[in-house]
């Protein structure tokens, strides 16, 4: 079965500095889609960057990028120039390839929080 | 604009009284979801429909059920909600070409059971 593993409950960065929120997972497939998800406190989900796994390029949107390692089953998110309203629970997320019942399978880690301190 | 509306935001029922929270996009994606998220916990996805197809996630309680009846209007019926069904209930949309990821997601309504 797949899993999706946040490590670090919470973390803080200085305004403009840069943070890294790390996410491993395990998987036997090839095919698949990893992503990051930013739920700001009492607001909605919005969807931060996606990889394919197929993609061998990192991701990158805007101040946003991650850092994928399909061999390691790593796929960390960097924030570049933090700032107040970047202050959120994370979440990973792992969408797996069309399964035999011809449906997807979705799992999301348990997130992590970032503050950012002024 | 919103894109993906929840009503209502908030909702309170009576242990064991039906409830349903509705879901509606203006977004025209053929693929909706439905996830329960818990105080502090990840999002746990219920079910997704693609288009008229309706999925059900294996470990989703049948006391939950959903209904499409058609692109914009999505539904989440609870037939006899039980206290550890109070949680915030997310829509959220997709359009399937792009990987069939949740893309948009509404406000979600919070769910008290009495």
């Known amino acids: 079965a797949q899993t999706v593993t946040q490590s670090q409950p919470e973390m803080s960065v200085q305004e403009a500095e840069t943070v890294t929120l790390s996410c491993t997972y395990d998987?036997?497939?090839?095919?698949?889609?990893l992503f990051w998800y930013k739920q700001p406190p009492s607001r909605q989900m919005i969807l931060v960057i996606r990889?394919?796994?197929?993609?061998?390029q990192n991701a990158t949107e805007n101040r946003f990028s991650v850092n994928f390692q399909k061999a390691a089953k790593s796929f960390s998110l960097k924030i570049s120039d933090s700032q107040l309203g970047d202050a959120a629970m994370y979440f990973c997320?792992?969408?797996?390839?069309?399964?035999?019942?011809?449906?997807?399978?979705?799992?999301f880690g348990t997130g992590t929080r970032l503050k950012v301190l002024a | 604009d919103a894109m993906v509306i929840q009503n209502p935001r908030y909702q309170v029922t009576q242990f064991g009284k039906p409830v349903t929270l509705s879901c509606s996009q203006t977004?025209?994606?053929?693929?909706m979801y439905w996830y329960q998220q818990k105080s502090s916990q990840a999002p746990k996805l219920l079910f997704h429909?693609?288009?008229?197809?309706?999925?059900n996630e294996a470990d989703t309680p049948d006391n939950f059920q959903s209904r499409r009846p058609n692109t914009s209007f999505c539904f989440l019926d609870i037939r006899s909600p039980g206290l550890g069904d109070a949680a915030m209930y997310l829509c959220?949309?997709?359009?399937?070409?792009?990987?069939?990821?949740?893309?948009?997601f509404g406000d979600g309504t919070r769910l008290s059971i009495l």
């Open positions: 998987t036997s497939e090839s095919d698949y889609y």
């Open positions: 959220a949309t997709s359009r399937e070409r792009q990987g069939g990821i949740p893309q948009h």
């Open positions: 977004l025209n994606h053929n693929v």
């Open positions: 990889q394919e796994a197929y993609k061998q």
């Open positions: 429909y693609y288009d008229k197809d309706f999925n």
């Open positions: 997320a792992y969408r797996s390839g069309l399964t035999t019942s011809g449906t997807y399978k979705y799992i």
